[in-house]
Structure formats: C-alpha cells, structure tokens
Nanobody, 124 residues
Framework: QVQLVESGGGYVQAGGSLRLSCTGS????????MAWFRQALGKEREFVAG????????RYGDSVLGRFTISINDAKNIIFLQMNDLRPEDTAVYYC?????????????????WGQGTQVTVSS
C-alpha cells in the first residue's frame, strides 16, 4: 500500500508564506510523478504543481507560476510546496498526489494515490 501524508497548512495573511510537506511511504511507493492539487469550496480540484521523481522536471498551474515552488528531498519520498505571496484566492484544501504511470499529467483522475489534504486559509 501507499500512504501520502501532508503537513504544513494553516492560516496566513495575504502576502505571507507557507511551506507544505508530503511524505510518501509504503511497500508499493514508487511513483513517477508527485504533485499538489487544491480544491476550494464549491470548485473543482485544480492542479497546482508537479515534479518528476527521477529527473529535475517540474510543472506549475498558471495561477501559481512565479509564486509557488515545488521540490523533492534527496531520498525522493518527500515533496515540498513553498508558497509565497499568498492571496485569498489560494485558500483551499491542498492535496498531495502520486502517479505511477510514465506520464506527467495535470489531470487529477490520472493520479493513483492521494493524501487526506491540509487546509490553507489566506485572509485579506
């Protein structure tokens, strides 16, 4: 089985920063891509950022480009999302996801494993 556990969410004022972490574990943990999605109340799940585990390739959603940075640790089992210049519209539950297939998709149904999510709230 595979487990993804997020941490680092919280409450911050607009313009502030937060850093999210996602730790992957389990005997079957060997994804090709790990990513962050978010879902605001009443909205669809949105791709935020993704990273390939074996090559230094990243991808970002248009709404976070230039403000958020995704990274991975040396052991390739923890990803981070550094979020700067946060805005009220960034308020959402942020989910970590992992995809075993050899694609790099921003489409949520393509991802095999999901964490429970962590709430990020940005006040104006």
């Amino acid at each position: 089985q595979v487990q993804l556990v997020e941490s680092g969410g919280g409450y911050v004022q607009a313009g502030g920063s937060l850093r999210l972490s996602c730790t992957g574990s389990g005997r079957a943990f060997d994804p090709y891509v790990m990513a962050w999605f978010r879902q605001a109340l009443g909205k669809e799940r949105e791709f935020v950022a993704g990273i390939m585990r074996e090559v230094p390739l990243t991808r970002y959603g248009d709404s976070v480009l230039g403000r958020f940075t995704i990274s991975i640790n040396d052991a390739k089992n923890i990803i981070f999302l550094q979020m700067n210049d946060l805005r009220p519209e960034d308020t959402a539950v942020y989910y970590c996801a992992a995809d075993r297939t050899r694609t790099f998709s921003n489409y949520a149904p393509r991802y095999d494993y999901w964490g429970q999510g962590t709430q990020v709230t940005v006040s104006s």
